[in-house]
């Protein structure tokens, strides 16, 4: 399996831009994790979906972010309009399901706005 | 709501010496998982080790192992022969069955070792 795959693994842009991160889960996972990792606050879960559905998105800063599954091999995580306090590593995840212990990385997506 | 506290933010070890990274954690549940996950400096989280809380006995994998202690709510990782690939930032976390089944992340402790 080629595990978690995420894209554009860098990302540089300019304040006010629309970003658009991209992930595709493990085949056969029900459960995907959005993760925000920064220095001064290190690793935050802004969101995460099972079976595609949103279960709990409470992590999500604030309403110029935004996350989508439209099914199971695909999801997106969109910041419109981007800040320069938007600036981190992006991380997605994937688990088998919302129970089973283990979350399997993707290798992040480092953000960059200038 | 659970937290977990890894009091060392950086270690450093001499290669093929042994070094422990502590980390604690707080709850009321009595059935939960913890982990440990390493992230070099290409940044993937890398799942090292894990444990449940219902079994006594302590994980290992290799030359990495834990030393769990569930009434104390500490949950230490042991690496042994330490080698220069392990150097890297390691996170502790927990996951219970409640709270919306999410995992709870440590700030971190930086491993450096040195040859």
């Known amino acids: 399996d080629a595990g978690v795959i995420q894209s554009p693994r860098h990302e540089v842009t300019e304040m006010g831009q629309e970003v658009t991160l991209r992930c595709k889960p493990i085949?056969?996972?029900?459960?995907l994790f959005w993760y925000r990792q920064t220095m001064m606050r290190g690793l935050e879960l802004l969101i995460y979906?099972?079976?595609?559905?949103?279960?709990?998105d409470s992590g999500m800063p604030e309403d110029r972010f935004s996350a989508k599954m439209p099914n199971a091999s695909f999801s997106t995580l969109k910041i419109q309009p981007s800040e320069p306090r938007d600036s981190a590593v992006y991380f997605c995840?994937?688990?088998?399901?919302?129970?089973?212990?283990?979350?399997?990385f993707g290798p992040g997506t480092r953000l960059l706005v200038l | 709501a659970q937290t977990v506290t890894q009091s060392q933010p950086e270690m450093s070890v001499q290669e093929a010496e042994t070094v422990t990274l502590s980390c604690t954690y707080d709850t009321s549940e009595s059935d939960y998982y913890l982990f440990w996950y390493k992230q070099p400096p290409s940044r993937q989280m890398i799942l090292v080790i894990r444990q449940e809380a219902y079994k006594q006995q302590n994980a290992t994998e290799n030359r990495f192992s834990v030393n769990f202690q569930k009434a104390a709510k500490s949950f230490s990782l042991k690496i042994s022969d330490s080698q220069l690939g392990d150097a890297a930032m390691y996170f502790c976390a927990y996951k219970g069955n409640t709270g919306g089944f999410k995992t709870i992340f440590g700030a971190g402790t930086r491993l450096f070792v040195k040859a």
């Open positions: 995840a994937s688990s088998f399901d919302i129970l089973q212990e283990t979350q399997y």
């Open positions: 085949s056969g996972h029900n459960s």
């Open positions: 979906f099972n079976n595609n559905v949103p279960i709990d």
